[in-house]
């Protein structure tokens, strides 16, 4: 079973920038389709970001479009979430997950699709 450990989250004014890690455990990190998802308390989990196995796709959620990046270093078992011009309404805990099955595609973000998850990291943006 894989593990997942976000990183990077904390306390930003809005307009500001944070950059979150989530590192992955076992040897076929590369193989499988990674997402970044959020959470409000009290609100359903919601689809943030997707990047393909190899690193050459990537798909967003509407509200994020163009402010956040999704990136992934195969080589460090690692996928980023670079979240610039944050505004307060992106304040949620932020997971990452892997994508149930090898080779997967990005344009599958429903959260059934991901069988595994990290702890969460809290993004908190002040206005």
């Known amino acids: 079973q894989v ?18 890690s989530c ?32 690193g050459a796709g990537t798909y967003y959620a509407d509200s994020v479009k163009g402010r956040f990046t999704i990136s992934r270093d195969n080589a460090k078992n690692t996928v980023y979430l670079q979240m610039n ?6 304040t949620a805990v932020y997971y990452c997950a892997r994508q149930m099955g090898a080779y997967g595609n990005i344009w599958k ?14 993004v908190t943006v002040s206005s």
């Open 23 to 54: 590192a992955a455990s076992g040897r076929t990190f590369s193989s499988y389709v990674m997402g970044w998802f959020r959470q409000v308390p009290g609100k359903e989990r919601e689809f943030v970001a997707t990047i393909s196995w190899s």
């Open 109 to 122: 973000p429903s959260l059934a699709d991901f069988g595994s998850w990290g702890q969460g990291t809290q």
């Open 3 to 20: 593990q997942l450990v976000e990183s990077g989250g904390g306390l930003v004014q809005a307009g500001g920038s944070l950059r979150l």
């Open 85 to 90: 011009s944050l505004k307060p309404e992106d």
